[in-house]
């Protein structure tokens, strides 16, 4: 008799995971064998009773986020032999030594089979974001692989999981992880669980550290990983920022949403004769200012302001030969892509306006439940709102540290598009 609680799925319903698709709905489930709460790992059955898969169990529409399409035994060496196979899959893009970085995305959640589980590694400390009860309560087991994988290169672990686990009916009572429930599970976590400190579960997990400086494709940006968005830097970008670097030449760069200037770095460091660093929060003003200095760029040709993006955009008169447009997600979940389709027509639609002819347009949206067809469609609609001739010179979406499993489309959150604005 399994261990875990069952979940036997309606007739027909198998294929998709036959498919290899990691996640299960719950209009697909029949029946519950057990009660099992959320975050309590569970075994996925066809209707036929033939084994399918293993998996956490999450409440709402999502009921299981698959981690093992195989009957294996679920132990602290399962979960560790994953940190090495994601550590081997980034070595073998080339992220590992040399020039390229010194920081990379080590987990992303399905692309590496470890769903609602985020580990970035900056220079010498990792950063966990856990988005699924399941993995929080295995963050011991992930520390000790992590210490295992990294040796002395590793300085510390830092738990920065306070945000996502806020959405989750995670509590904390007797200095042990709890769920709201009634009745008690009949399986255990395989691992101790993790308690949060009070009002917030961001805390090292091993050793300690501040900010860190890495190094990008030969470039330097100081990361505060416990102050930042996120976990304190945009790696999906590594490769976006490149192309920045590129166009920049002689131009006159707005960056939008710039966050820590990296991609202003880029731009003057391509020989853009001007960047406007514009987002804001203060902080990311002082972290751009910062980063800008370090990499000993002319500070003549940067001028960085706090102000809102959208409302900049309407009221200035400023024209520009270049605008890098990487807002925030304007999407979370579906029931809102309507909304944010019209936000990214008009933003965009603002940006065209401050193009001078023959401008350069990099423009992005991260919001996951937003697929690529249908950003293009509202950047098709905000070309011609504004009478712009626009044509694509380049498709861009996140690096190779952020693998799209080919069964999991919807892993493709960064959609970019480089944009020649007549």
């Not at 856990?130 to 290169?153: D, I, N, Q, R, W």
């Not at 997600?329 to 936000?343: E, G």
């Not at 990214?344 to 401050?354: G, S």
């Not at 401008?359 to 919001?367: D, E, K």
Request: charged letters at 25%; hydrophobic letters at 40%.
């Amino acid at each position: 008799m399994s261990k875990f609680a069952k979940i036997i799925l309606k007739p027909g319903k198998e294929v998709a995971i036959k498919r290899f698709h990691p996640w299960i709905f719950s209009g697909a489930i029949d029946r519950i064998e057990g009660a099992p709460r959320e975050g309590d790992i569970v075994e996925i059955s066809s209707s036929r009773k033939e084994f399918l898969a293993l998996g956490h169990y999450l409440p709402g529409s999502i009921a299981v986020k698959i981690f093992s399409f195989t009957d294996v035994e679920v132990n602290d060496n399962f979960w560790k032999s994953k940190l090495k196979s994601a550590l081997k899959l980034r070595e073998g893009a080339g992220l590992l030594g040399g020039t390229v970085s010194s920081a990379y995305r080590l987990v992303f959640s399905e692309g590496d089979l470890l769903p609602g589980l985020i580990i970035d590694y900056y220079e010498s400390v990792a950063v966990i974001q856990a988005h699924s009860v399941g993995m929080y309560k295995l963050l011991p087991v992930f520390t000790e692989g992590l210490k295992e994988l990294y040796g002395k290169k590793l300085i510390a672990v830092y738990d920065k999981s306070s945000d996502t686990m806020e959405k989750s009916k995670l509590i904390t009572r007797n200095s042990k992880l709890f769920l709201k429930t009634e009745n008690p599970p009949d399986v255990q976590p395989v691992s101790p669980p993790v308690s949060p400190p009070a009002g917030s579960s961001d805390q090292f997990l091993f050793g300690t550290s501040g900010p860190v400086e890495i190094q990008e494709t030969g470039h330097r940006f100081t990361v505060d990983f416990m102050k930042g968005q996120k976990t304190g830097f945009f790696l999906d970008q590594r490769g976006n920022r490149l192309f920045a670097q590129f166009y920049a030449k002689d131009r006159a760069v707005l960056n939008a949403f710039c966050y820590s200037g990296a991609f202003s770095v880029y731009a003057l460091k391509g020989g853009a004769k001007m960047v406007h660093s514009i987002d804001s929060s203060r902080q990311a003003i002082e972290w751009t200012d910062q980063n800008v200095a370090l990499n000993g760029c002319n500070i003549a040709r940067h001028r960085s302001e706090v102000a809102d993006v959208k409302r900049f955009l309407v009221d200035t008169s400023e024209k520009y030969d270049m605008i890098i447009l990487d807002p925030p997600a304007f999407a979370k979940t579906h029931h809102v892509t309507n909304n944010a389709l019209h936000a990214y027509v008009h933003i965009n639609a603002e940006a065209m306006k401050r193009l001078n002819p023959g401008g350069i347009l990099f423009t992005f949206s991260c919001s996951q439940p937003i697929s690529r067809e249908m950003f293009r469609s509202a950047i098709q609609s905000a070309a011609i709102e504004t009478g712009r001739q626009v044509r694509v010179l380049h498709q861009l979406s996140q690096g190779p540290d952020h693998p799209v499993d080919i069964c999991h489309p919807e892993g493709e959150y960064l959609k970019g598009l480089i944009l020649a604005v007549e």
